[in-house]
């Protein structure tokens, strides 16, 4: 264990951990190819991989978020091959590795490609995403004041790669052809394996991010060095899980038992069950104090799952609806998935200096108030989509400004509430159980995911044409905003309504 004066003899620059620096220009770059490949993702679907298809949006919808679950899923499996295996820095150049292999294979115009692709960007995700964001971490002492503000550093970075990346990836998309903006996405993910590359040449990680210990790699499973295996098993499921991101059909018919399901949504279903009977369990075994607050833990990770499923139709059906009835001057439909960030960067210090000016009044919400708030914004920036129908022009266009301000409202609620979600989790959680309840949190994102392909087949038009568009489809979107709209405030003021009853369960954690 490294003592407070080894942290200090790290290299430094503008007062924090020189790798910092390092990381933070790695997570812009692989964020960059990430935001950068989604931007394109729907549009492609629907105007390439399933332009024959009548039901063109539903098999999008049903891939977006058969995508969109596993490659949040897989940050669970990965970060536990990097605490037991790898360690860190082998996961995030593992991770980026298949990740760069991914996007480049998505320039090759075939389905089967289209498929294998998105599995590499999966399970190289697993890898690179939960050990960068840990990474952070192991750079300050227990207790350092200045952890925060690296993570909100780190965090800007996040941001900006989301923010740049859907304008020059579209741009090249819409310029020259899908290709080439998916293949940008694939020059920034090997950028930032460069930059983290530099940052372990420099030496300024120290001893960080090893295995576990020295043997751990040369481990032999099945007479093979666990060093080599992991990679050969994560480049063999690679093709397992673009079998399972292709097979997007329904299994039953509509009133059958299986119903609107297909091989993944079982899968999520059956998770979901073990984790509820699981928690169950813990629940029954837990004293009165400590089941209190893991009652709240589990309240929080249901909220924010039902903010995320309103939150990642931005990559989806806002995207489609960007496209088909918003008048774009100012952008691609695809550049329109930058506004999230560019809304994050402008208002992530305000709102922070808000929260510190409100704690030094004794005004500052407790964590339930700011997650009922962060809803209620999601809920209202969902109206003003709903209401934008009766702006629309003659083509059935509505002006921009509408969806600049739905982007600002819920980039609003998502700075109420998942920067504090995390830290809450650890919080409430009893100690033994703080790991796999960190999981349950990152989980909630797939579910999440979940809710984005319910909603996307609830909105998909049915047509071959390319130039769908019109009063049809903008009624189709502006009734479906305005019955999302109605369960985000719905749920949003049942949660400030229980904050004092959650106030309660909560104690003394704010």
């Not at 297909?262 to 369990?281: A, D, Q, S």
């Not at 439909?333 to 922070?352: C, G, R």
Request: aromatic residues 16%; positive net charge.
């Amino acid at each position: 264990m490294e003592t407070k004066n080894e942290f200090m003899e790290q290299p430094q620059m503008f007062g924090h951990p020189k790798g910092l620096f390092y990381l933070f220009f790695a997570e812009l770059w692989e964020r960059f190819s990430f935001y950068g490949m989604r931007a394109l993702l729907t549009l492609y679907m629907v105007n390439v991989i399933f332009e024959a298809l009548t039901e063109r949006d539903f098999a999008t919808a049903a891939v977006y978020a058969s995508y969109g679950s596993l490659v949040y899923a897989s940050t669970v499996i990965g970060g536990r091959i990097s605490d037991q295996i790898l360690g860190m820095r082998n996961s995030i150049f593992l991770g980026g590795i298949l990740m760069s292999i991914g996007h480049f294979v998505l320039a090759i115009e075939n389905n089967v490609a289209f498929f294998l692709a998105l599995a590499f960007i999966i399970v190289g995700n697993g890898f690179f995403k939960p050990n960068i964001s840990t990474f952070v971490g192991t750079l300050y002492p227990h207790g350092d004041p200045k952890k925060d503000s690296g993570f909100t550093i780190f965090y800007m970075g996040i941001n900006i790669g989301g923010w740049i990346a859907p304008l020059l990836c579209g741009w090249l998309a819409y310029s020259y052809g899908w290709h080439y903006g998916f293949g940008l996405a694939g020059v920034g993910m090997l950028t930032g394996l460069v930059v983290f590359w530099r940052g372990i040449q420099s030496n300024v990680f120290g001893e960080r991010g090893l295995p576990p210990n020295e043997h751990v790699l040369q481990k032999k499973v099945l007479g093979i060095k666990q060093g080599i295996l992991v990679p050969v098993l994560a480049v063999l499921s690679a093709p397992l899980i673009a079998y399972l991101l292709s097979a997007y059909k329904s299994l039953g018919d509509k009133g059958t038992f299986l119903g609107d399901q297909n091989i993944v949504n079982i899968i999520f279903k059956l998770i979901g069950i073990t984790i509820f009977v699981y928690l169950g369990y813990i629940m029954y075994k837990a004293t009165l104090d400590e089941r209190k607050k893991l009652f709240v833990a589990i309240l929080i990770t249901f909220f924010m799952t039902i903010f995320w499923g309103f939150h990642e139709l931005s990559g989806s059906v806002i995207t489609l609806f960007a496209a088909r009835n918003v008048d774009l001057t100012l952008m691609s439909a695809a550049q329109t998935n930058s506004l999230n960030s560019m809304w994050i960067i402008i208002l992530a210090i305000p709102v922070s200096l808000m929260w510190t000016y409100l704690s030094k009044k004794n005004l500052n919400p407790r964590t339930p108030y700011k997650f009922g708030l962060g809803l209620v914004f999601a809920g209202i920036s969902f109206y003003v989509l709903a209401l934008s129908g009766a702006s629309a022009n003659a083509n059935g266009l509505v002006p921009f400004t509408y969806l600049l301000l739905m982007y600002f409202l819920i980039s609003v609620g998502e700075l109420f509430m998942s920067p504090v979600g995390l830290s809450k989790i650890t919080d409430l959680s009893p100690k033994r159980i703080v790991a796999f309840m960190m999981g349950v949190w990152f989980l909630a994102v797939a579910f999440a995911f979940q809710v984005v392909g319910f909603i996307g087949k609830q909105l998909a038009i049915e047509s071959t044409d390319k130039n769908v568009g019109g009063f049809e489809t903008l009624a189709v979107y502006t009734d479906g905003f305005e019955l999302i709209a109605k369960y985000a405030l719905g749920a949003g003021i049942l949660v400030l309504l229980a904050s004092p009853f959650i106030k309660r369960l909560m104690g003394k954690v704010h």
